[in-house]
């Protein structure tokens, strides 16, 4: 089991970029896929990204692709999203989460055993 706290989230305009971090804590970090996932006010939590534990496999949601990009360092035992061309639909709060698995089997939230607090992520139009 690992322990995750999110960070870097706030507040951005349309068009403009940020970068959401989660630290994990615990030994086992690089025996973990992770996972990005967001949750609007009034939706169901969704798929954002996801990575292997090397970082060899990387995975997204078509409303993201092209846009964000996973990321991890298994020395710092972090992982990172960079979201680049930010929209308003992209407002929500961003949660991390890693997978009892060293590859990613599956992008439902289900799948994933440990999650951070979150961080909220707006964006301006």
């Known amino acids: 089991q690992v322990q995750l706290v999110e960070s870097g989230g706030g507040l951005a305009q349309a068009g403009g970029s940020l970068r959401v971090s989660c630290a994990a804590s615990?030994?086992?970090?690089?025996?973990?896929?992770m996972g990005w996932f967001r949750q609007a006010p009034g939706k169901e939590r969704e798929f954002v990204a996801a990575?292997?534990?090397?970082?060899?496999?990387?995975y997204y949601a078509d409303s993201v692709k092209g846009r964000f990009t996973i990321s991890r360092d298994n020395n710092k035992k972090v992982v990172y999203l960079q979201m680049n061309s930010l929209k308003p639909e992209d407002t929500a709060i961003y949660y991390c989460?890693?997978?009892?698995?060293?590859?990613?089997?599956?992008?439902?939230?289900?799948?994933?055993?440990?999650w951070g607090q979150g961080t909220q992520v707006t964006v301006s139009s």
């Open positions: 615990g030994r086992t970090f690089s025996n973990h896929a």
């Open positions: 989460a890693a997978q009892n698995s060293r590859v990613v089997t599956t992008t439902d939230p289900a799948g994933f055993a440990s």
């Open positions: 990575i292997s534990w090397g970082g060899e496999s990387t």
